[in-house]
């Protein structure tokens, strides 16, 4: 009997992975609507990014929720689009962070280390809860490094207000900003290179298995 091209020596992930992602994307919605606040409040770029990248991982758990129960076909689309959203958020951030440069205002250091401290903490659970399935499909990569990268962002924002605080200038900011810009890049370049080998072995073993 042919095989679809979903079909796939690499099994959807179990139950223990659906409860992790539902408790992700609960920790990142709200973690979204405390740093938009406090990005805007204090004027900080990169609690800005980091709120524009809480809500990106919430978009990308919801879309790994809604492919586990399909065949690698799907779950290496959706990781692909995954991918390509993680390299756009890269880019939005080293605009903004261009933008802030040539307005010249530095941030409130006070609120951007309590914040991105609470955040840290958010980050850090979910990336231990998805730490056994770094070495998954790139779906499942790609949520692992979205919460690597997460908790990352969040101790270079608390680096960036204690320079903040100390140089009363805008740049340990912009300069975090661009860090976190660089890593979406890297990451997001990463799961598409996996998505795009994964998709490739399928086109090829389904010829095979229809033989």
């Known amino acids: 009997m042919p095989c679809c091209t979903s079909c796939s020596s690499t099994p959807p992930a179990g139950p223990r992975f659906r409860r992790a992602l539902w408790v992700a994307l609960f920790i990142n919605v709200a973690m979204f609507a405390v ?19 809480f809500a990106g991982d919430a978009a990308n758990y919801g879309i790994s929720l809604a492919v586990l129960a399909m ?8 990781a692909l689009v995954k991918g390509l959203s993680m390299a756009a958020f890269g880019i939005f951030v ?4 261009g933008w802030s440069a040539f307005a010249g205002i530095p941030p409130e250091p006070l609120t951007m280390g309590v914040v991105a401290s609470l955040a840290l903490l958010a980050n850090a659970g979910v990336a231990l809860m ?14 692992w ?51 795009r080998q994964e998709l490739g072995s399928v086109s090829v073993q389904v010829p095979t298995q229809i033989l």
């Open 71 to 78: 065949g690698l076909t799907w779950r290496s689309r959706a």
């Open 145 to 195: 490094l979205c919460s690597r990268n997460d908790a990352i962002g969040n101790l270079a924002v608390m680096i960036a207000a204690a320079g903040v605080f100390g140089t009363g200038s805008g740049w340990p900011d912009l300069l975090v900003a661009l860090l976190m810009g660089a890593l979406a890049l890297s990451a997001g370049g990463a799961v598409v290179r996996q998505a």
């Open 130 to 143: 998805l730490y056994a399935f770094r070495d998954g499909d790139a779906n499942m990569r790609s949520v």
């Open 35 to 53: 740093e938009i606040g406090a990005g805007i409040k204090s004027g900080s770029v990169s609690l800005l990014a980091d709120a524009v990248d």
């Open 94 to 97: 080293v605009a903004k962070a």
